[in-house]
Nanobody, 127 residues
């Protein structure tokens, strides 16, 4: 089993920045089977959507169109941690942000492909 622990959420004004972290805890054997880690978000009354994904083996990244050029996903494999640097934040980025990890992910932004989820961290952007 793998536990994901997010941190770094908060409140910021539009145009500001935040960095989210997601640390994976568990047996090394289980963590090594993870092939993608992805940040999702869910705003009140809206469906959960994929924001940014990273292949934990090769390091390739993918982004939703709504965040391209503003958000950057990265990883520190020595710490089993994935980061989401969010710049030029907008009011529409306000949501609960969740970290997810999957061992057999093919459709990156499909939430049902992920085995493990964090508890979420709130991001609020005021205009």
């Amino acid at each position: 089993q793998v536990q994901l622990v997010e941190s770094g959420g908060g409140s910021v004004q539009a145009g500001g920045s935040l960095r989210l972290s997601c640390a994976a805890f568990g047996h090394t054997y289980s963590i090594n089977y993870i092939n993608y880690m992805t940040w999702f978000r869910q705003a009140p009354g809206k469906e959960r959507e994929g924001v940014a994904s990273i292949n934990t083996i090769g390091g390739s990244t993918n982004y939703a169109d709504s965040v391209k050029g503003r958000f950057t996903i990265s990883q520190d494999k020595s710490k089993n941690t994935v980061y989401l640097q969010m710049n030029s934040l907008k009011a529409e980025d306000t949501a609960m942000y969740y970290c997810a990890a999957g061992t057999r992910v093919f459709r990156l932004f499909m939430s049902n492909e992920y085995n493990y989820w964090g508890q979420g961290t709130q991001v609020t952007v005021s205009s």
